[in-house]
């Protein structure tokens, strides 16, 4: 008998880019190993960087199964009103509709760890600082 199981992935992909440093970094446990290469202060940089990472992850899945397609970017731009920042930017495939405005809304006052690589000094995310895209 013939296994006539098909996958059918309709996904779309949108674009999330803010001024908040949300660098993956891969730094999960909150002390630093033994036999690290990193010093303490290296090691609770790069792991406040994977948090606000984290956040983003946790909040993306309150809407949907977010399939990350790349790790989040870094480039100098323009963003609303600010000239010449870094912005982080993260692309995201989803398998279902959602509506962007809410999942928006879902960030705005989410604290997060400021003091990173930001040129922007903010404590959440906020209308400010990031902005959600529909790239297909």
């Known amino acids: 008998m013939e ?14 880019r803010t001024l908040v ?3 993956k970094t891969g730094i999960i446990r909150n002390t630093k190993p033994q036999g690290s290469n990193f010093t303490n202060d290296e090691w609770d940089f790069k792991r406040n960087q994977q948090r606000n990472f984290d956040t983003v992850s946790q909040l993306l899945g309150l809407r949907f199964q977010p399939m ?23 692309l995201v495939d989803y398998e279902r509709e ?17 003091g990173l690589c930001e040129d922007v000094t903010t404590h959440s995310f906020n209308k400010d600082n990031i902005e959600i895209l529909d790239k297909y």
């Open 3 to 16: 296994n006539s199981f098909q996958t059918n992935l309709n996904t779309s992909m949108l674009q999330l």
């Open 21 to 23: 440093d949300i660098t």
């Open 68 to 90: 990350f397609v790349s790790c989040p970017s870094v480039e100098v731009g323009d963003f609303n009103e600010h000239s010449s920042v870094k912005i982080w930017t993260l």
């Open 98 to 114: 959602i509506n962007l405005e809410e999942l928006l809304s879902e960030f705005y006052n989410v604290p997060i760890v400021s």
